[in-house]
């Protein structure tokens, strides 16, 4: 509140003690004024001051951040460094070793040769290796069919047998039963002697 407006209301204020009535003072009505704005400033400015402090840390944290990125900016483009002067040096061995190449052939073919000799040589044992697996894959088939045919010839020569009782069963019936016809046809045709 203003204290001119407060003045402007309250020209006399009653004491609530002694029940009189008191003329303020512009000067009084400012201290009053002022006095009831106190607290709420305080608390303000104490706000403030929270506020400042929270922007002054975060500050303080933003830049240890910048100072620790500066140090891995400047640790990486060290690296860098490094490697690309490792990689000159590599690039100027390679280019060192491909001149002296060119000068002696011969070694160059050497090497070469070698290191072809080298990789025929582990070709050639897996060649060898694939050969055994092969050749045990096969004699592994090969006892599989031997196998298989003695228990076919076996499953055969059972059902032979099954047949053959079958059909000789079949045979006797059907001789017996024509033989039962034959008596029959031979006891029709002779009549009984009376």
């Known amino acids: ?30 201290v009053i004024c002022l006095a009831e704005q106190m607290p709420r400033k305080e ?77 025929i040589g582990i070709k050639n044992k897996l060649l060898r290796k694939q050969e055994n697996q092969l050749l045990q894959y096969r004699d592994m088939v090969k006892d599989n069919l031997i196998v298989d045919n003695k228990a076919l010839e076996q499953e055969n020569q059972v059902l032979r047998m099954q047949s053959k009782r079958k059909t000789s069963g079949n045979l006797f019936w059907t001789i017996k039963n024509l033989n039962t016809l034959i008596d029959e046809v031979n006891g029709v045709s002779d009549p009984p002697s009376i």
């Open 43 to 119: 608390k303000q400015i104490s706000e403030l001051q929270k506020n400042n402090n929270e922007l002054v840390d975060l500050i303080q944290r933003v830049n240890k951040k910048i100072t620790s990125a500066q140090d891995t900016v400047a640790e990486i483009k060290a690296q860098l460094l490094s490697m690309n002067e490792v990689a000159i040096h590599l690039a100027q061995e390679n280019n060192n070793t491909e001149i002296q190449d060119k000068k002696n052939p011969e070694e160059f073919g050497k090497d070469d040769i070698e290191s072809l000799k080298s990789v």
């Open 1 to 30: 509140m203003c204290w001119e407006a407060i003045a402007s209301f309250l020209a006399r204020i009653r004491c609530f003690a002694c029940r009189t009535e008191k003329t303020l003072s512009t000067n009084s009505l400012q």
